[in-house]
């Protein structure tokens, strides 16, 4: 449920609340606006009765919420979640565009790409250190080295930085390094590893499981805001089916279907979602006409040599291409937005 303290409540008053919910083993979570204080109470109905809570001193409303997502759910937020990072808003309307490599490869790949992914006017650099693969023989990516490039090239050219934690173990390092953390399709349901990420003071960036329903998706964002970080990307990257002309299906019903569901803003990932250099920059103008709050696209200065997802990785002058069109399509939408009146478009 959700609690809302009455404008003048002192703050013995809130924290007396608090002390009662946690007592009973829920674990509150509270939000301070300018005029109010709000504590979301997941499960609390279950402990305590509204009317018992509502008796409270300094209680204004118990508000109820009856979607199984407590704390990603539309209902009962207090607004849709901008997510920051390195000045870019993900989420509030804005075009968050993401790129870079698949991992980080050398200093010399490295710096060639971010160069060119700055040069086009983007400000968030996406590479892995670690990588998942599927074949263990395949490169699993520069580990702690990588890091240190990363680091390295936010330096150099001013970019915030984007890379997956690939497990626990690791975890600490990439949050050093990272603007925000990414957490890969197939650790979705790592529960461990979404609880750390709950625990880490950067954003994090959810990739959707290749067969994860939208329920299940916002089940595993519930474990990361369960621990306390309320700064979730959601990111649709395609899911497995049984049309065969691309690597994935890119799944892009899913954000109209999860901006009615949640708070959290959504990017689209066309490139894993498609694995096919030709058809990325198609999904990618599809996904921000969807309403996806950006996208994250995978960019090589080489791609025949990238030693992981090749295939799909844009040119630069393509990069660059995209990053344009995708910033006229986002300028037509928020036009049309006045034009189209009632209707919604969802993250504009
Ligand atoms: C990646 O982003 O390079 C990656 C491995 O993505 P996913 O987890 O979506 O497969
Ligand atoms: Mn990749």
């Known amino acids: 449920m959700l609690i809302l303290m009455r404008p003048d409540a002192e ?26 204080t709000c504590i979301l109470a997941p499960d609390a109905s279950k402990a305590l009765r509204a009317d018992q809570i509502g008796a409270m001193a300094g209680v204004l409303k118990v508000v109820p919420i009856s979607s199984p997502f407590k704390l990603a759910s539309l209902d ?15 989420g509030g309307g804005d075009l968050a565009l993401v790129g870079g490599p698949c991992g980080v490869e050398s200093r010399e790949q490295l710096f060639t790409v971010a160069r060119y992914v700055a040069d086009a006017g983007v400000k968030l650099l996406r590479a892995g250190a670690f990588k998942p693969r599927t074949s263990p023989y395949a490169f699993q990516g520069l580990g702690l080295e990588g890091l240190r490039l990363l680091a390295e090239a936010r330096k150099e050219f ?32 790592n529960f461990a590893l ?21 329920e ?13 970080n309320r700064q979730v990307v959601l990111c649709e990257r395609g899911i497995r089916t049984w049309s065969d002309h691309a690597r994935n299906t890119l799944d892009l019903s899913v954000v109209p279907a999860a901006k009615a569901l949640t708070h959290l803003p959504i990017l689209v990932d066309p490139s894993h979602g498609t694995g096919r250099r030709d058809l990325v ?54 036009q049309a937005k006045g034009a189209l009146g009632g209707m919604a478009l969802h993250g504009l």
Request: net charge negative.
């Open 76 to 90: 009962g937020a207090l607004g849709r979640t901008v997510v920051e990072v390195n000045g870019v808003r993900i």
């Open 281 to 334: 920059v198609p999904m990618a103008r599809a996904a921000i006409a969807a309403g996806a709050d950006g996208v994250l696209v995978e960019t090589h200065c080489n791609p025949e040599k990238a030693l992981s997802d090749g295939p799909q990785a844009l040119l630069p002058s393509d990069f660059a291409q995209m990053v344009q069109q995708l910033e006229g399509i986002h300028r037509l939408l928020r």
């Open 11 to 36: 703050s013995g008053e809130v924290e007396s609340v608090l002390t009662q919910l946690r007592e009973r083993g829920i674990r509150p979570q509270v939000t301070r606006t300018e005029d109010a």
């Open 194 to 214: 979404l609880r750390r990420a709950g625990r880490c003071a950067k954003p994090v960036m959810l990739k959707r499981g290749p067969s994860a329903t939208l």
């Open 158 to 189: 001013g970019l915030g930085i984007v890379t997956e934690a690939l497990d626990v173990e690791t975890f600490d390092a990439v949050e050093e390094t990272a603007d925000m953390v990414q957490i890969g399709a197939r650790n979705m349901q």
């Open 216 to 228: 299940e998706w916002l089940y595993a964002a519930e474990y990361i805001l369960g621990e306390g």
